[in-house]
Structures are given as C-alpha cells and as structure tokens.
C-alpha cells in the first residue's frame, strides 16, 4: 500500500538510513535500490526529493508514497512539516487521511525547540499514478543531521502506515499561506486536509479544478480565503465547487 522514497542527495533522507532499523535490500532497478522498511517497500535514489521521477516504480510498489525529506525557509527554525508537493499549475496527487494522520503524529511527537507545520502544496513531483507526501526536518544542517529528531521521523513513519488510518472528512483550502492558519482543524479532527492552493500562486478556476480532482477521496469541504482569491475567478471557483455538491467555508 505504502512506498518510502529515500533520497541520497538530501540530508535527512540520509540520516534517518543511519538511525532506522536496518533495510535489507531486496532488488536494484537501474540506478534505484528497492530495500525494506518494516513490511513498507522503500526506493533510493542518489538524487533530490524534487528530482524522483520514476513514478512508474512506485506504482509498482505501493499506492501511496512517502518522501523523506529536508525543510528550509527563510528564517530557520526547527520544524516538523507535512505537505502534498506539486509544481504549480500542476501537482501530485494528494491522500489528505495520510497527510493529516502523519501531521497529528508529527505534532504528538515534536519536542522543545521543534514545532511542526502543514504546509501548502509546493514544488514537484507531480504524480499521476500513486499519492505523494512529504515529511521534512527543519530548517538547517543542524536540525537535518540531529539524529533524535530524524528518529522522530523513523517513529512517525512507523506508527502511521502500520496502523488504519484516522478517516476525517477530506478537505481542500485556497488562498491560505504558506505554512497552514487552518491547520488546528487538522489537530482537532474535525477535517483531513489534501491541497493547499497558497495565496501566492495564479489562482484560477483551472488550477483550483485540476488540485480539487487529484485526490485520492472525493473533497467534501474547501475552505477559501476571499480577500486572497479575486474575481471574476473567486465567483467562477465557488460555482464550481456548489455545483460539485462541496461545502465551501468562505475564511477572511
């Protein structure tokens, strides 16, 4: 069901191979190693997070992947994050159950100074064929090599995909920033977030259809930001998405 991408180009990816359990290497495809972690298929690759693009491997593999991954921002921090990546007008194909329940976990798990973060959908790959999620250590060399905290991952990991996932209604949010204001919903239950289409991409009625239709459950309620979303396209987007029977949550 599940597949983990290990990337030898990023950092985190390369310590939590030091601090996990040992995974036994099953078969090499081409350049990529296929190995074992618990009963989760695992793919390395000797390139960056952003980079993969043998999605047909993971399909081969499993349905839902997850990357492990480095966090960098501007001001740095140590942070948890979650997010669905994608390279906007496209994106990958979202699980919000997978993202949510590793995020509730991430946020069970985070320790002084670490704090976690839901964020919007950014960069690739974009998939088709199987869900993408990324969970990231933060935000400097410092944080990606610290061995407890990529053992926070290794625990988080574990616990998600070896138990049924929390099923919440699945939700969508447009024109929200980058690092989630609504994520406490996520925290409380009372939704399971996919896409997050941020404020600081073209929004448009073409972009937010294509997000709405990647995902792996049927949305049930978008939550979106009227002061960061115009019209005409504001107007164009709330049609369409009462006319697909969803709830929208207008915020701001």
Request: hydrophobic share 40%; with cysteine; aromatic share 8%.
């Amino acid at each position: 069901m599940y597949v983990l991408v290990i990337s030898l180009g990023d950092p985190v990816s390369r310590t939590f191979l030091e601090v996990a359990p040992d995974m036994p290497l099953v078969e090499t495809r081409g350049g990529l190693e296929i190995r074992k972690f618990r009963d989760v298929p695992v793919v390395v690759h000797r390139g960056d997070p952003t980079e993969f693009g043998n999605e047909e491997v993971l399909a081969s593999l499993g349905r839902h992947a997850i990357f492990i991954s480095r966090h960098e921002m501007a001001n740095p921090r140590p942070l948890f994050t979650v997010h669905t990546p994608g390279g906007w007008p496209d994106v990958s194909v979202a699980h919000p159950h997978l993202v949510s329940s590793l995020y509730r976990s991430l946020c069970r798990g985070a320790y002084e100074p670490f704090s976690c973060a839901f964020e919007a959908t950014h960069h690739p790959p974009n998939t088709s064929a199987v869900s993408a999620t990324f969970i990231e250590v933060g935000s400097t060399e410092r944080e990606w090599r610290d061995r407890k905290a990529v053992e926070t991952l290794v625990y988080v990991v574990e616990e998600v995909t070896g138990r049924e996932l929390e099923r919440r209604p699945s939700a969508m949010v447009v024109g929200d920033l980058h690092y989630v204001t609504v994520a406490d919903m996520v925290l409380r239950g009372d939704v399971d977030i996919g896409h997050v289409v941020p404020k600081y991409v073209e929004i448009s009625l073409g972009v937010v259809q294509t997000a709405f239709r990647k995902h792996v459950t049927s949305v049930e309620k978008v939550f979106l930001f009227r002061k960061n979303v115009k019209n005409p396209a504001r107007a164009e987007i709330v049609e369409f998405l009462r006319g697909s029977g969803v709830e929208v949550v207008l915020k701001g």
